[in-house]
């Protein structure tokens, strides 16, 4: 893996790893605040470029807690330091809902967001009870992260999430979204399914057999699905 440090506008310096060659891909990990546990060239999707950005205040990158708002021009920062002129987004978990956020704020510079087992855009009780039910039921995974990143952008994401022309924008985005559910996944994906339909060029897909952490727990499926939704978005 290459590793190299981008400075944000505001001088922060961000930590930034690559593997592969090919089309741009960006990937971020969920969270918020964890470090970022797919930046692993085993499990890259194959024949892309895949840019690993370590959020602000995680990991190699400095800083500290931020909102939404300010994830979203750190990675803008990265595009532009690296010479990207657009690249694939990739999220999976908390990614993928800031891989939308980023798509409406900067649709010339997104070739397409891949969102694997996000939350989606919502903050509804009976989601959540189904999740807090069923949390016990989940392979534990051990993974480092910030209480405060996390807790900075999770009351951001409410934030967002409520603003009054957010649907409107998702409605009218041109930018092709294609949001992927773990079947065996605890979070229920009926917010994926209605993304899906909200956005013009959106699509839905279920991948059989697997959990939430598919990446770790089925590598080798997580490759295959990531590589042909990068490639043929």
Same mark, same amino acid.
């Given at each position: 893996?290459?590793?190299?440090?981008?400075?944000?506008?505001?001088?922060?310096?961000?930590?930034?790893?690559?593997?592969?060659?090919?089309?741009?891909?960006?990937?971020?990990?969920?969270?918020?605040?964890?470090?970022?546990?797919?930046?692993?060239?085993?499990?890259?999707?194959?024949?892309?470029?895949?840019?690993?950005?370590?959020?602000? +205040?995680?990991?190699? #990158?400095?800083?500290?807690?931020?909102?939404?708002? /300010?994830?979203? *021009?750190?990675?803008? $920062? &990265? !595009?532009?330091?690296?010479?990207?002129?657009?690249?694939?987004?990739?999220?999976?978990?908390?990614?993928?809902?800031?891989?939308?956020?980023?798509?409406?704020?900067?649709?010339?510079?997104?070739?397409?967001?891949?969102?694997?087992?996000?939350?989606?855009?919502?903050?509804?009780?009976?989601?959540?009870?189904?999740?807090?039910?069923?949390?016990?039921?989940?392979?534990?995974?051990?993974?480092?992260?910030?209480?405060?990143?996390?807790?900075?952008?999770?009351?951001?994401?409410?934030?967002?999430?409520?603003?009054? +022309?957010?649907?409107? #924008?998702?409605?009218?985005?041109?930018?092709?979204? /294609?949001?992927? *559910?773990?079947?065996? $996944? &605890? !979070?229920?994906?009926?917010?994926?399914?209605?993304?899906?339909?909200?956005?013009?060029?959106?699509?839905?897909?279920?991948?059989?057999?697997?959990?939430?952490?598919?990446?770790?727990?089925?590598?080798?499926?997580?490759?295959?699905?990531?590589?042909?939704?990068?490639?043929?978005?």
């Amino acid at each position: 893996m290459d590793e190299l440090t981008v400075p944000a506008a505001d001088g922060v310096p961000l930590y930034v790893s690559c593997t592969g060659e090919g089309l741009d891909v960006v990937v971020l990990s969920g969270g918020p605040g964890c470090v970022h546990y797919l930046a692993d060239e085993g499990i890259a999707p194959a024949g892309v470029r895949s840019w690993f950005p370590d959020p602000r +205040g995680v990991g190699g #990158s400095g800083g500290g807690a931020h909102d939404m708002a /300010r994830a979203v *021009a750190d990675l803008e $920062d &990265i !595009r532009r330091a690296l010479g990207v002129a657009d690249w694939v987004v990739l999220g999976h978990s908390w990614g993928s809902d800031l891989a939308v956020r980023y798509a409406l704020e900067h649709p010339g510079r997104v070739a397409a967001v891949v969102g694997i087992g996000g939350h989606g855009l919502h903050k509804d009780r009976s989601w959540s009870q189904i999740y807090e039910a069923q949390r016990h039921t989940e392979e534990a995974i051990r993974i480092d992260w910030s209480q405060e990143v996390h807790a900075a952008l999770s009351e951001s994401f409410l934030e967002w999430i409520h603003e009054p +022309g957010l649907f409107r #924008s998702l409605a009218d985005s041109p930018v092709r979204m /294609r949001f992927i *559910a773990a079947a065996n $996944d &605890i !979070r229920p994906d009926w917010p994926l399914r209605q993304l899906a339909e909200l956005v013009p060029a959106g699509s839905f897909e279920l991948v059989a057999g697997v959990d939430h952490n598919f990446w770790t727990t089925d590598p080798e499926r997580w490759i295959r699905v990531v590589t042909e939704a990068c490639t043929q978005p």
